[in-house]
């Protein structure tokens, strides 16, 4: 499979939030159209809408492109991302990484899209 996380990276440099770059980059893998995929991840912004509270959506466009027929398969490459994601950012939470609780930041938005992207790739081989 050739690599399509500089295409996340684009998506988000143009207006697309976290969830929406990497889920709408790898939408044909799930069987899912673009428009349909952009939608649905929308309220997935900045921490969930908006709120900085939640996990980054760049993980959670991740795990909407795994989905499959079979959960536990779905389970265990959700979590093999959410983990890889946690140990190299340290935290998978928006305002962490965004430095808003300790006014460091861990991981720019852009980064954390390449890293959600590239993870989601090493689960679809």
């Known amino acids: 499979m ?22 709408c980059t790898y939408c044909d893998m799930a069987g899912i159209d ?4 952009k939608n649905l991840t929308q309220g ?23 989905i499959n027929k079979d959960a536990s398969k779905t389970m265990l490459g959700s979590r093999r991302i959410i983990n890889r994601f ?4 340290g935290t998978v939470i928006c305002k962490e990484l965004k430095g808003l609780t300790d006014g ?6 852009i980064d954390c899209v390449k890293d959600a992207a590239s993870f989601l790739e090493d689960e679809l081989k």
């Open 2 to 23: 050739q690599t399509k996380v500089n295409e996340a990276a684009q998506r988000k440099k143009c207006g697309y939030n976290c969830a929406q770059a990497v889920a």
């Open 34 to 37: 673009e428009e349909t995929v």
């Open 44 to 66: 997935f912004a900045v921490g969930m809408g908006g709120s900085t509270e939640a996990t980054c959506g760049a993980i959670i466009g991740a795990v909407n492109v795994l």
């Open 86 to 89: 946690k140990e190299q950012n």
């Open 104 to 109: 460091v930041v861990k991981r720019e938005c």
